[in-house]
């Protein structure tokens, strides 16, 4: 069964949806496909105590405020998967899922876009598939030697996958789970906080963590993100945008371990051993469980047949459009796609950019 319509959305997380709402609003006929079975994208999989960097009204989609989550200033991951469901429903946005995208192919006059339920021809695609599904761990010598558990932060759920007793230990005998988390941004502080209370916890960081002021959350990060990107477009000096404040958002709970002195960074380790991990100066710690907090890489390899992919395994975009195939646009995948693009509070902006710039070319054709 092949399908034809003005412009097909891969990915039905927030991006998706916030592009859904523009498209609607500029009267193209569209699609999304989603490949996840239930609304909310990555926000359905994360660790149980994430929560927001933003009370709930700095953290909205176009057109609907998220609203507030009773007894929480910064909502948890469950509220916001509720909101996605509701913007998606509100809205009657056209998900089809689980849908997943093969590849997209030109086609003359059109972008094939094939699927493991059916094929779509489009005038246009925007492709918003985001990066949870492409977690990234380093290549540190001794990795494929460890005995114990390897998780990455899209595995990791609660201490509960963690805090047994480890390989090893005697029967009858138990102790606390020895964990290594890896990573100095957001996920591996606020996932070393989780785990600080329940384990003999190693919080391995390539450089001392850098923690935002207190008072500073998402809204902040948006302006300074959106800042930086004006001073670029106008060719004045580098911001520095985000990464000039700090690494790591002082969330309560990160605030509160790492006030308690429950969240001491340790130099990146430079090997790992079959029981642990080691030092150049000879220093080891034992280990039951790694998490690699170590980030993610943009999930594009549905695009490979359109031959695209630049440096650093993205695609040269000016704004989200990519460069060399102007009926293509990228959404949410971090700055390069837009100021804070995946983040709920940055996207809108691409988002509606993007869809302006589809409707004044597909309105001419």
Not at 214 to 224: K, M, N, Q, T
Not at 259 to 269: I, N, R, S, T, Y
Not at 330 to 351: C, E, F, H, M, Q
């Amino acid at each position: 069964m092949t399908q034809v319509v003005d412009v097909v959305v891969i990915g039905g997380g927030q991006a998706g949806l916030a592009a859904g709402y523009h498209l609607r609003r500029a009267g193209l006929d569209f699609v999304i496909l989603d490949a996840q079975p239930t609304p909310g994208g990555a926000w359905q999989h994360t660790w149980d105590t994430l929560h927001l960097f933003s009370p709930a009204a700095f953290s909205s989609l176009p057109g609907r405020l998220m609203p507030p989550q009773p007894g929480e200033t910064y909502p948890d991951a469950a509220h916001v998967v509720s909101y996605l469901t509701d913007y998606e429903q509100r809205y009657e946005l056209p998900v089809h899922r689980p849908v997943r995208v093969a590849g997209v192919h030109r086609d003359g006059e059109l972008l094939r876009v094939g699927t493991d339920s059916g094929t779509w021809l489009a005038r246009a695609v925007i492709s918003a598939t985001g990066t949870w599904s492409r977690p990234f761990v380093p290549a540190v010598p001794g990795r494929a030697d460890f005995q114990g558990a390897q998780l990455h932060t899209v595995e990791y759920g609660s201490p509960r996958d963690v805090a047994g007793p480890g390989p090893g230990v005697p029967p009858g005998r138990s102790r606390r789970a020895r964990v290594i988390v890896v990573g100095g941004g957001n996920s591996g502080a606020q996932i070393a906080a989780d785990l600080a209370y329940e384990t003999d916890l190693t919080w391995g960081t390539p450089r001392e963590p850098r923690y935002l002021a207190d008072d500073i959350d998402g809204r902040a990060l948006f302006d300074h993100a959106t800042a930086r990107r004006r001073a670029l477009d106008e060719g004045r000096t580098d911001t520095g945008g985000v990464a000039s404040l700090g690494d790591i958002v002082a969330v309560p709970p990160v605030r509160e371990a790492r006030d308690a002195g429950l969240l001491k960074a340790q130099p990146m380790f430079d090997r790992i051993t079959p029981t642990g991990v080691a030092w150049a100066d000879g220093t080891t710690a034992e280990a039951d469980a790694i998490i690699w907090c170590t980030g993610f890489r943009p999930a594009l390899a549905h695009l490979a047949p359109l031959g695209l992919r630049g440096p650093r395994g993205r695609i040269p975009t000016a704004g989200t459009q990519a460069i060399g195939e102007p009926r293509l646009h990228l959404l949410g995948y971090g700055d390069w796609t837009g100021p804070a693009s995946a983040t709920l509070i940055g996207v809108g902006r691409p988002a509606r950019e993007a869809v302006r710039a589809l409707a004044g070319r597909l309105g001419a054709a």
